[in-house]
């Protein structure tokens, strides 16, 4: 049982590049959201999932789009990077009923858009 | 949308001693506080969290109390150790989504 996990750990982008940040998860959780973190800010919801097939926006979605083919990934994606989009970027799950507000997180990817 | 606000930014303490992190939410729907410590390079990791039936709560050194009436909730880490240093976050729940405070740098001196 891996958990959460998310591709690639590191990457380097020029301003402009696009590329898609994988999310996996083996718990059969419903719902699948993704954060970045900045420094002083906390983590910031971009976008979330309630389910396989849908999306939702979250607090920061502007310049970032994801899908949910299926249950277990959660896919995020940059279509035209920019340095303000330089963070770390965390995946979690969590799934639905009592209990299920609880939030597991992946290693995180960290992003360096020059 | 919730918005959470969490003090100190920063807090040192001596080992052993205690300490306190205070967070405060503006939505009153909220009904699941965790929290969250990060170490350096690593993944949030859930280490308490409390209901909003629910006044307070305790696991070994660290306990949670949540006051709804004021909207806030605290973390107090007993007989700290150098191994609770690390950043923690306080977040507020509505509907399954997380609002997260900025975070607290806490350091242990030896």
């Not at chain 1, 301003?15 to 800010?41: F, I, K, V």
């Not at chain 1, 920019?82 to 939030?103: K, L, N």
């Not at chain 2, 989504?97 to 806490?106: I, M, P, W, Y």
Request: some cysteine; overall charge neutral; glycine content about 8%.
């Amino acid at each position: 049982n891996a958990g959460v996990t998310q591709t690639p750990k590191f990457r380097v982008l020029k301003t402009g590049q696009s590329m898609t940040l994988l999310c996996a998860q083996d718990m059969n959780h419903e719902y699948m959201y993704w954060y970045r973190q900045d420094p002083g800010m906390g983590l910031r919801l971009i976008h979330y999932s309630v389910g396989e097939g849908t999306t939702a926006k979250g607090e920061v979605p502007d310049g970032y789009n994801v899908s949910r083919l299926k249950k277990q990934n959660f896919l995020l994606g940059l279509e035209s990077a920019a340095p303000s989009q330089t963070s770390v970027y965390f995946c979690a799950s969590s799934y639905i009923g009592t209990g299920g507000e609880t939030q597991y997180f992946g290693p995180g990817t960290r992003l360096l858009v020059l | 949308g919730e918005n959470v606000e969490q003090h100190p930014s920063t807090l040192s303490v001596q080992e052993g001693d205690s300490a306190v992190i205070k967070c405060t939410y503006s939505d009153s729907a909220s009904n699941y506080f965790p929290w969250y410590k990060q170490e350096l390079g690593k993944r949030p990791q859930l280490i308490i969290d409390i209901r909003s039936n629910v006044g307070e709560k305790k696991d070994q050194r660290i306990a949670v109390t949540l006051n709804k009436t004021a909207k806030h909730f605290s973390l107090h880490i007993t007989e700290t150790q150098p191994e609770d240093s690390a950043v923690y976050f306080c977040a507020a729940s509505i509907e399954y989504k997380l609002s997260f405070g900025a975070g607290t740098t806490v350091t242990v001196r030896a």
